[in-house]
């Protein structure tokens, strides 16, 4: 599938070359007059070995979306497709299985566990799940983020960079399809946000992997083949080949205060 089909188009649930599709998600937290829309009708497409920054002011659902897709949280309506499976009839264990086979996800917050080394921590999810990696490929992944070497040092031995790149080290360990990331250099200086972006980088244009990644700025999206712009739970816009100008310019119709 061409990277610049537009979002939402329609087309069967194995749509060649389509890794996540999301159709008209709704989702809304609280009850009565605490209500909150989250997502109001989102349809997105992403298709293998691409790239996508989703965007748009606080609220406006960037992570509930982000979340959604990855099989985090359920919709109220509307699917999810991983390939040519609908995740949400699913039972959980069998969503679970499936996760660990076809999703990474990194947090803003790294959510490493200060008492286990890096090569621990990277094995830990497999561990959990029964399916311990092999010690062979967890430095096989610290190397492909640039940690060769660092296997046995704790989180408070490393930098806020050098521990995000283990929390990404974590997340492709299984090799999945899709990379999901949420503000994964929020907590970052700027050169060290832009070595973390060009890792991503990198795995999309050399390692095949789909990534979308929750974003607030505009130099960040600007690494990804498009945005995806929302507001007030709605898909607005959608840019490719993006610019950090024409991003801010977006958010500010958006009425993004970033």
């Not at 609908?86 to 996760?99: K, N, Q, S, V, Y």
Request: with cysteine.
């Amino acid at each position: 599938m061409d990277p610049a089909e537009p979002v939402g188009a329609a087309g069967a649930a194995g749509t060649v070359g389509t890794v996540a599709r999301a159709d008209g998600l709704h989702r809304q937290y609280g009850r009565g007059n605490r209500a909150v829309a989250a997502l109001r009708g989102v349809s997105a497409r992403f298709a293998a070995g691409t790239f996508t920054a989703v965007m748009g002011p606080s609220g406006s659902g960037k992570t509930t979306l982000l979340h959604c897709l990855a099989g985090m949280d359920r919709p109220d309506r509307g699917t999810v497709w991983w390939g040519d499976t609908e995740i949400g009839t699913l039972p959980e264990r069998r969503l679970a299985r499936l996760r660990r086979e076809n999703v990474g996800f990194v947090f803003q917050g790294f959510n490493l566990m200060p008492a286990m080394t890096a090569a621990q921590n990277v094995e830990l999810p497999g561990r959990l799940a029964g399916h311990r990696p092999e010690r062979h490929q967890v430095r096989e992944a610290l190397a492909r983020v640039g940690l060769a070497g660092c296997e046995r040092q704790r989180p408070a031995t490393l930098s806020g960079g050098q521990q995000q790149r283990v929390a990404i080290a974590r997340a492709l360990v299984a090799r999945p399809r899709v990379l999901f990331a949420d503000e994964p250099t929020g907590a970052l200086d700027r050169a060290t946000g832009q070595d973390v972006l060009t890792l991503l980088r990198r795995g999309v244009d050399h390692d095949g992997q789909t990534c979308v990644m929750v974003t607030h700025d505009p130099t960040a999206a600007a690494y990804a083949d498009r945005v995806l712009l929302l507001a007030d739970g709605r898909l607005v816009d959608e840019l490719h080949r993006p610019t950090p100008d024409r991003v801010a310019h977006a958010l500010t119709l958006a009425g993004s205060p970033g």
